[in-house]
Nanobody, 125 residues
Framework: VQLQASGGGLVQPGGSLRLSCAAS????????IGWFRQVPGKEREGVSC????????????VYADSVKGRFTISRDVAKNQVYLQMNSLKPEDTGVYFC???????????????WGQGTQVTVSS
């Protein structure tokens, strides 16, 4: 099982980024996929997660209060990828973003089984 997050970068406050989580050797649809972020000296924070349904319109999603209304999690079955669209970015969104996979549906990082390398997001003017 391999996960790879990508799409990070430097963006000004108010800007947008789209992160991608690509999986190899397993199907994302069979797992809950979560996005987490971490800054030095702080615990890893759950950002969002998605649990797939047969109909993508019925997918279940959870967002941390800090990102509700600004971030959107989605999936592309054909590409076996999950995305995190981040709009109206704030300096406090800065961190290394990781995607993770498991069977638990929620934002507690210890409950996830598989982790990939992160991608750095920096929001600064």
């Amino acid at each position: 099982v391999q996960l790879q997050a990508s799409g990070g970068g430097l963006v000004q406050p108010g800007g947008s980024l789209r992160l991608s989580c690509a999986a190899s050797k397993f199907t994302l649809d069979n797992h809950v996929i979560g996005w987490f972020r971490q800054v030095p000296g702080k615990e890893r924070e759950g950002v969002s997660c998605i649990r797939s349904s047969v109909d993508s319109a019925s997918d279940m999603r959870v967002y941390a209060d800090s990102v509700k209304g600004r971030f959107t999690i989605s999936r592309d079955v054909a590409k076996n990828q999950v995305y995190l669209q981040m709009n109206s970015l704030k300096p406090e969104d800065t961190g290394v973003y990781f995607c993770a996979a498991g069977q638990y549906f929620g934002l507690v990082s210890d409950r996830y089984d598989y982790w990939g390398q992160g991608t750095q997001v920096t929001v600064s003017s």
